[in-house]
């Protein structure tokens, strides 16, 4: 499952719902290269590991709030949420198969 947050719906998508499953959320930019380049990446993941997680997207450029709270300040930023927190997460563009090494130690 994938789905397009923001600053006024991340408290229902990604807080509330990490609650019940794992919610990763990529921060990224459309200008960030790095940020293009994991984003079909973590397209694929998401649909291989098939409902294991959920894969929220957040713009940093058009949502700064969110952004702020969670001390982003190199993209692409990836954190998973479990239990209304985050469990874990890494910075700059990675490999599928470290994507997927270190997705496995989180979920």
Known sequence: MEVNVNDSNFEKEVIEK????????DF?????????M???ILEKIAKEYDGKFVLA?????????TSSKYGISSI?????????EVAGGFVGALPEESVKQWLDKNI
Do not use: Q, Y
């Open 18 to 25: 990490s609650n019940e499953i794992p919610v990763l959320v």
């Open 28 to 36: 990224w930019a459309g200008w960030c290269m790095p940020c293009l």
């Open 38 to 40: 994991l984003k079909p």
């Open 57 to 65: 997207k957040l713009n940093t450029d058009e949502n700064p709030a």
């Open 76 to 84: 692409p930023d990836v954190r998973i949420f479990k239990n209304g």
